[in-house]
């Protein structure tokens, strides 16, 4: 404490450690501030085509497409901690051979709580095809709304904002006239 | 001159000047924490909270780093010189 390089030496010794603790006490905070928004989510119309993806080149698959119709106010989850939202719609359901699949078809990134009053008519993002090449036999599909709440400090949590009431079936596949 | 200089950034205070700086830097941290916290989850708002902070240790930082005259009002009293008997 006698020289200059003591002095400072001290206080940033003392600074980090305050530092950590203010961390902490705001990544614990996030436990407090609780919300779990409920939106909803209607499936408005599915349709199964043949196609052929382009990574399998030598396999005929059927892809899945869907739209949806998606209204939530995520706005609830942010508080000061919370830095954004990933937002993704997954259809989940049981393929002909009983095994249990989670597709996400749609995402987006929530940054700004004026952004987070969700209304969206939407189709799937990403290429929806099963593992079996054939959509044939799977169990009626559930639609969920689900979101990944992203902190500055801290940890992530992940919930579910809608799901679709009742499951929906997988129609036939249409053949490409 | 350059005496001068090294005596400027060694930036020497007395003992009590440095029981002083240790309580008030000990002191000051811990309620600019706790203010802090307070101020940015009322208000909801993370800038706030470091901005809070970060002015509260620039001002700690000026009010202790430099070796301030209120640090140096208790210098030491050395015992006189005594009489060496190879005079």
């Known amino acids: 404490m006698h020289t200059v390089y003591s002095r400072i030496n001290n206080v940033s010794a003392m ?101 987070a009053q969700l209304s969206v008519a939407g189709r799937n993002k990403y290429a929806f095809r099963e593992l079996s090449t054939s959509f044939k036999g799977a169990a009626p599909a559930h639609y969920t709304l689900k979101y990944n709440v992203m902190p500055y400090v801290g940890v992530l949590t992940y919930g579910e904002a809608a799901r679709t009431a009742d499951p929906v079936p997988f129609p036939e596949r249409q053949e490409l006239s | 001159m350059a005496t001068y200089v090294q005596q400027l950034l060694e930036g020497k205070i007395d003992f009590e000047g440095q029981k002083l700086v240790e309580r008030i830097s000990r002191d000051t941290l811990i309620a600019a924490t706790a203010i802090s916290f307070i101020a940015g989850f009322a208000t909801q708002s993370l800038r706030v909270t470091f901005g809070l902070f970060a002015l509260f240790v620039i001002v700690l930082s000026a009010a202790v780093i430099p070796p301030w005259p209120m640090y140096n009002r208790h210098p030491v009293k050395w015992l006189p010189v005594k009489e060496s008997k190879a005079e």
Do not use: H
Request: net charge positive.
């Open chain 1, 15 to 115: 600074l980090s450690t305050c530092v950590m603790v203010l961390l902490a006490a705001i990544s614990i905070s996030s436990y407090f501030l609780v919300a779990d928004p409920k939106g909803s989510i209607a499936v408005s119309s599915i349709q199964v085509f043949p196609g052929n993806a382009r990574r399998y080149a030598n396999k005929n698959q059927d892809f899945a497409f869907v739209n949806f119709n998606v209204t939530a106010d995520l706005s609830p989850l942010f508080n000061w901690n919370t830095k954004q939202l990933f937002l993704y719609v997954s259809a989940e359901y049981e393929n002909k051979r009983g095994v249990k699949n989670e597709v996400v078809i749609w995402d987006r990134i929530v940054r700004r709580k004026e952004d």
